[in-house]
């Protein structure tokens, strides 16, 4: 596969995955081309990997890391703010969501948006399979424990 072909298939996920991550614009813009470039840089490791995007996603989020850590950032704030002005649901949403920690969002967005394998995630967050289940499992318990409360 061709770094031409690669780009095209998953420039849109990464850049989702890092907008998910991301408020700021620019930041995601840089880590994005970060990611490919790095990306291109190993490509000679492609045929190696399970999962491209996996692999890929992994890279986006390392560079992300590295990024946040050069700029002495502490908190990622989650960022869904496509929208200038978000109507109720998103902010109920992202209320929802304020209620897990980042890994388990990471979790949720990788399981339910980007429709990633648990082995996939595992691979991404550097964590074993089995925590990725258990914490998608807790992940899902707390919001439905928050949806019921809010229906009362």
């Not at 780009?7 to 880590?31: A, G, I, P, S």
């Not at 970060?34 to 491209?52: D, G, R």
């Not at 969501?97 to 980007?114: K, M």
Request: net charge negative; with cysteine; glycine share 4%.
């Amino acid at each position: 596969m061709s770094f031409e072909e690669i780009y095209t298939r998953y420039v849109d996920t990464v850049y989702r995955f890092l907008k998910f991550k991301l408020e700021d614009e620019h930041l995601v813009e840089d880590v994005l081309q970060e990611t490919f470039l790095a990306v291109y840089q190993n490509l000679h490791k492609i045929a190696e990997v399970n999962s491209p995007k996996a692999w890929i996603l992994a890279i986006a989020r390392n560079k992300l890391v590295d990024h946040l850590r050069k700029k002495r950032l502490v908190e990622v704030e989650l960022a869904e703010g496509l929208e200038a002005d978000p109507g109720p649901d998103h902010l109920f949403i992202r209320q929802l969501l304020s209620h897990l920690d980042d890994t388990a969002r990471t979790i949720l967005y990788g399981l339910y948006v980007e429709e990633l394998t648990c082995s996939e995630l595992a691979e991404i967050l550097g964590i074993p399979v089995g925590t990725v289940k258990s914490k998608a499992h807790a992940a899902r318990s707390v919001l439905q424990h928050k949806l019921k409360e809010e229906s009362v």
